[in-house]
């Protein structure tokens, strides 16, 4: 017999995390977004949707199958951002966002970053300093109608993490299969057989 969370959940949930790389993958993140920015916080559209969604990286979370949250990333110099983050009201009891953050933080580790930042409500606060994450000075901000800190925690680069030395090719692999050949890799075993014509020199009168 399973034994169910309240609201029918499993007690012991099948969680899954990756990157958002299919369009239908991009509409759950951005159903589930509308459903808690703009459905629970009133957010507006056009302050929810920003216009830097096609220039992040988006991950998605499943629960049992089920999309049940995502998070947006940005990178910057030193550290990556952590956008957006959201779970769905009736999975929030499970605690699955821990799941989310620490996918997150170890996807950024795995690119070499040091840091992840992060702009958060302060009723949060309390939960991310769990997680390792403090403020990075004194200022509360305001934007979509809510009050904010700055927040970050120290990542320590994975061991592998890709750097400018890296194996050429292993920049190619898929985002979050970095450790798996990529079908680039398969091509390099065919050798440099289609080389590019001879330029023909345009003759100068």
Same mark, same amino acid.
């Given at each position: ?34 459903? *808690? ?21 988006? #991950?998605?979370?499943? *629960? ?23 779970? !769905? ?30 702009? !958060?409500?302060?009723? !949060? ?14 200022? #509360? ?41 990529? #079908? ?22």
């Amino acid at each position: 017999m399973t034994v169910q969370k309240p609201g029918g959940m499993p007690a012991h949930p099948v969680i899954t995390i990756k990157l958002a790389s299919t369009s239908d993958e991009m509409m759950q993140c951005y159903a589930l977004r509308a459903a *808690v920015y703009m459905g629970e916080q009133n957010c507006p559209y056009w302050e929810e949707f920003d216009g830097n969604d096609y220039t992040a990286t988006h #991950i998605i979370m499943y *629960v049992d199958g089920e999309p049940a949250g995502s998070m947006r990333l940005r990178w910057f110099q030193s550290f990556c951002k952590f956008e957006r983050c959201v779970v !769905l009201r009736r999975y929030r009891g499970l605690g699955v966002h821990h799941h989310l953050n620490a996918w997150c933080k170890d996807f950024a580790r795995r690119k070499g970053y040091k840091r992840a930042y992060v702009h !958060l409500q302060r009723r !949060l606060l309390p939960m991310m300093e769990k997680e390792g994450f403090r403020r990075v000075d004194d200022r #509360i901000f305001n934007f979509s109608d809510h009050e904010y800190y700055a927040v970050y925690c120290d990542l320590e680069p994975m061991e592998g993490a890709v750097k400018l030395d890296t194996d050429p090719l292993v920049t190619n692999r898929p985002e979050d299969r970095m450790d798996a050949p990529g #079908i680039l890799e398969q091509s390099a075993a065919r050798g440099a057989s289609n080389p590019h014509a001879p330029r023909v020199e345009r003759l100068v009168n």
